[in-house]
């Protein structure tokens, strides 16, 4: 399921109803504040339509669903016209640092043709755009896009560059097909130059998509039947966690309310960083099994995938947290600080509402755990006589490491700007490389720097947990907090995260705290892969039953195993490897398929997993049941070519690539 389509402030768009366009312009433009000053918006960050409302409209009583029928768009139709007027599958990008998708290129006078049959409840949506080539020049054509269903058409949309102009933004819209419905009917996308100028670049056709649009009740808020909010905390550290051995001052308030419930003392992220980590969370799926593990044009294929497809973009077909809660009538929000978590790679499909927070760009800095809570308060002020299920995003710990100066200790004197500045990215590529190590009185100081930016997000939980008081939800909601990796400081010679599979990088915090959840520690193996028939069972919804995950509060054993893999970490081969660790009650592998090697440690001797055993034959036992469970993983559904996204602006963003 996805979500319905959800025009945002500062963007044209158009709602089109029995065949009849409705068109407004909203305000260019919302200037926001953050931290009491204006907060620059990073290019890299956002797409076309990216600042919200001032404050959250009331939900009404029905909760409306959206299923995917047809992505028309990841194929080129039946075209008609010249040689001249081919049409083209490609990734554009039409807005100058953001924006990117794949479209259909259609020059002026293509005619793109599909036969579909149109399902109850029937909406098209498409994204309109002229790539430009060059600037527009004074004396330039527009374009008409038009969309006919057999002979009747239902959509025009005319398209006048401003001379001056390099760079356009997406336009999404929404068509009602629903007069058509239970008829197969011919389906026609066309573009046409308006005007005698020149024409300053191509037209383009993305996200075609045809939906099947319906309503469930929506559930109101009852004492018996629990609200359920998701805390992830970016690159949060399991040992960062006072109730983890981080110590006493580091995170009190996160401490004492876990104090009230379960806490599981080993669980373990299924990647070291965030993509593939969330996608493995909202879909309770290993990420061999969801397919979202990154590919960039600088990575090219992810190690131990096959060519041909989207490794960064969630397929459709698979179910997800949020759209099985809405399709219970359950309301859903999320909001994200963090780039990787969009509607661009469809991991926001299910949300309702949906928050990408804005990116500071001189130096990058995220949005801060007052932001995020202060648009969780506009929406939950509004609606909390609804049931739901929120997602909140925090990125503190994530580097630059900027906690505020008080909590800064001095430098050392020799640190360059940068890394002083908290940011990262720039050494650790130099310490992956061989090209510098790094002293000690710096590597302390960028601990300090981290430490206090996990102090800095649980005062900002401590304003959490106020204002689910202050709204009247605390007594009926669960918190699930965690994190979706955590963050290494050269244990293993790495700095940063997503190169290796070791604890520094994947054990993370998990507790779970709310109405009849029992208070103590718990032991033993768990995963977030878990996570998924965990809070279905919260919510009182079936999870898969294809998922290998399990409901943590209905089951008392551990698991048997824990799985972590990357496909961007550093072993014996050269460039990126598959690097996949396995955890069980008494050892720890790490094993490279591509180059057959393995290391073995043992849990309780080596915790820290510093020594590597030898090679015996329990270790060759060890790999084999790796071997096994990476063998038996049902790989992703196809995604069809129109929905691939390009994300190095986003890694970029985040430090992953240059």
Partial sequence: ??????????????????????????????????????????????????????????????VVIDDVVNHLSGHIGETSGTPETAVLLRSVQPAKGRGQRMALLAPSGARIGYDVRIPAGGILRVGTALVLDRVAPDDVAGVRYTVSLDDHVIYTRDEQPRPGRRHVHWRDEEIDVAPWQGRS????????????????????????????????????????????????????????????????????????????????????????????????????????????????????????????????????????????ARGAGISTFGVTSNLLISRENNLARGFERFDELPVSPMPIQWARAPEVNAIFRDWLQTNHEWRFFAYLHYMEPHDPYVPHEGAREAAPADMRPDVRDGVIRHLARRVETGHQTVPAAWLSYLRGLYAGEVRAWDRGFAGLLSLLEATGVSERTVIVFTADHGEEFLEHGQLGHRKQVFAESVHVPLVVVGPRIPAGRRPGLVELVDLYPTIAGLLGL????????????????????????????????????????????????????????????GRTSDPGERSPMGHDPGTAALVERARAWRSAIHPPPTLPGGVAVRIDDRLRALGYVE
């Fill in 542 to 601: 079936p999870a898969p039953e294809s998922l290998p995950g399990r409901d943590l509060l209905a089951a008392d054993e551990a698991s048997a195993a824990a799985f972590s893999d990357t496909r961007y970490g550093t072993g014996v081969g050269a460039g990126d490897v598959e690097l996949v660790a396995m955890r069980t009650a008494r050892d720890t592998i790490v094993w490279e398929p591509e180059a057959g090697t393995a290391r073995r440690y």
């Fill in 185 to 324: 009917v011919r389906l026609t996308l066309t573009t046409t130059r308006l005007g005698q100028g020149p024409l300053p670049g191509v037209p383009a056709w993305s996200r075609v998509q045809l939906l099947q649009r319906s309503e469930r009740p929506r559930q109101p808020a009852r004492a018996d039947a629990p609200n359920v909010i998701l805390v992830v905390v970016d690159t949060l550290r399991a040992d960062h966690v006072g109730a983890y051995g981080g110590g006493p001052d580091i995170t009190p308030n996160l401490d004492a309310w876990a104090a009230r419930g379960t806490l599981f003392e080993e669980a373990f992220a299924q990647a070291p960083w965030t993509l593939p980590s969330m996608a493995t969370i909202f879909t309770g799926l290993y990420p061999r099994g969801h397919g979202v593990v990154g590919r960039s044009e600088q990575w090219g294929v992810p190690a131990g995938a096959t060519d041909g497809g989207s490794w960064a973009y969630l397929s459709d077909g698979l179910p997800t947290l949020a759209a099985t």
């Fill in 1 to 62: 399921m996805s979500a319905p389509f959800e025009p945002q402030p500062g963007c044209w768009h158009g709602r089109a109803r029995g065949g009849r366009i409705v068109e407004k312009q909203r305000r260019e433009g919302n200037p926001r504040r953050w931290c009491g000053r204006l907060l620059l918006v990073a290019t890299v960050a956002l797409g076309a339509c990216s600042d919200r409302t001032p404050s959250a409209p009331p939900l009404t009583g029905m």
